[in-house]
Each structure stands twice: as structure tokens, then as C-alpha cells.
T-cell receptor, first 114, second 112 residues
Framework: NAGVTQTPKFQVLKTGQSMTLQCAQDMNHEYMSWYRQDPGMGLRLIHYSVGAGITDQGEVPNGYNVSRSTTEDFPLRLLSAAPSQTSVYFC?????????????FGQGTRLTVV | QKEVEQDPGPLSVPEGAIVSLNCTYSNSAFQYFMWYRQYSRKGPELLMYTYSSGNKEDGRFTAQVDKSSKYISLFIRDSQPSDSATYLCAMSAKTSYDKVIFGPGTSLSVIP
């Protein structure tokens, strides 16, 4: 099935722990992004990538790292979890299709940091 | 000031009404404009995509972009209870197509 797959769906971390959120897409999309969604704040861009080997910072990059070694995968690493990183995390992929665009989001990872 | 502003609502309308959802933005470099729909506890899904100014229609949905006013709109005709969701506008600049910035979203309820 085509789409964006995120794992895990739920995660509880203790302050100071590290973890990696996984994101994979099978549509050969060049653009991939990570967002966090908090109540009343919409989606805020953490990091994004325009292709394998190329990443850049978004609006709220502090405390997160990314890498893009393949077109399909775009993992997000939390270096030392803090309660302020409690949020729902979404991965997205996108591609231009002629004069239009094709974009898909994963189902999200609900992260709680205690 | 946030780059993209959107009235959070909630907006409640009767079934069959015409819904108007709006966003304003401050960055004049934005050229690509999108509307997403997000159901509760789900990922957003792309509804409409427009480039630069003008209108675009797709079924019951019409997207409008007025770059001179830095204002975009989404109209939903003959609204249905299944349209009840949060609607998010999003945009990016031509020089950074991949850096998509979202508004905070408007919560819509369509009452049968």
C-alpha cells in the first residue's frame, strides 16, 4: 500500500532518554518533513529534506536530529527527551506532479515525556 | 507575529451551508498554497493546492488566493456532516518549495 508509515504510534519516555521516530514512504517522493502538533499551535516544522543526503532546519529544530540516507527513510532522533517535547509528531512526504502536488502524512506518533 | 494566521474557531454551521475558511500571511515570498483537512487523531490530508494567485475548484471545494492582500480562502459548498474536521492552510515560497509552513487550523462542525 502506498503511503507514509510512522513507527511507533505511541511512546512514553523518561526525561533524558533518547529515541528515534521512524518514517518511511514508498512513493519515491523527494521531499520529506517532520512536524510536531500541539494544541492551538497547528503543525510546526522541525526538519525537512529535499532528497537523500540533504536536510535542513525548520521552525523548531532544537533537540532533534535527522538524516536522510535513502529516498524512502527519514528518521527523527530525540537526543535527550524533555517534557516540552511531549507532542504528536507527523512525518510527511511530497512531490511535484506536473502543475500539481502530491502530499501524504503519516498517522502520527504520540509521544509523552515524563 | 506568526507567518501564517488562521481563526481557530470553532465554527459551527448547519448542513448544506456554504463554509468560508480563511488565512492571512505575512511573507510575500509565499507562492504555493495548500489546504489540508484533518480528522480527529488522524494525519492531515491534502485537499487543495494552488500556485500563485487565482481560483481553483474541485467538486464542492473552491480555493482562492489573493496575493495582493496576502489572504487565502477555502469555500465548501453544500457542507456535509462528514466535512466536520480541522482545516489547515499551508504555504511555501518558490525558493524553498519544500519548507511548508502551516496555520494553526480552524475547527469546523457541520450540524445535521
Amino acid at each position: 500500500n502506498a503511503g507514509v508509515t510512522q513507527t511507533p504510534k505511541f511512546q512514553v519516555l523518561k526525561t533524558g532518554q533518547s529515541m528515534t521516530l521512524q518514517c518511511a514512504q514508498d512513493m519515491n517522493h523527494e521531499y520529506m518533513s517532520w512536524y510536531r502538533q500541539d494544541p492551538g499551535m497547528g503543525l510546526r516544522l522541525i526538519h525537512y529534506s529535499v532528497g537523500a543526503g540533504i536536510t535542513d532546519q525548520g521552525e523548531v529544530p532544537n533537540g532533534y536530529n535527522v538524516s536522510r540516507s535513502t529516498t524512502e527513510d527519514f528518521p527523527l532522533r530525540l537526543l535527550s527527551a524533555a517534557p516540552s517535547q511531549t507532542s504528536v509528531y507527523f512525518c510527511a512526504s511530497r512531490a511535484m506532479t506536473g502543475s500539481n502536488t502530491e502530499a501524504f502524512f503519516g498517522q502520527g506518533t504520540r509521544l509523552t515525556v515524563v | 507575529q506568526k507567518e501564517v494566521e488562521q481563526d481557530p474557531g470553532p465554527l459551527s454551521v448547519p448542513e448544506g451551508a456554504i463554509v468560508s475558511l480563511n488565512c492571512t500571511y505575512s511573507n510575500s515570498a509565499f507562492q504555493y498554497f495548500m489546504w489540508y483537512r484533518q480528522y480527529s487523531r488522524k494525519g492531515p490530508e491534502l485537499l487543495m493546492y494552488t500556485y500563485s494567485s487565482g481560483n481553483k475548484e474541485d467538486g464542492r471545494f473552491t480555493a482562492q488566493v489573493d496575493k495582493s492582500s496576502k489572504y487565502i480562502s477555502l469555500f465548501i459548498r453544500d457542507s456535509q456532516p462528514s466535512d466536520s474536521a480541522t482545516y489547515l492552510c499551508a504555504m511555501s515560497a518558490k525558493t524553498s518549495y519544500d519548507k511548508v509552513i502551516f496555520g494553526p487550523g480552524t475547527s469546523l462542525s457541520v450540524i445535521p
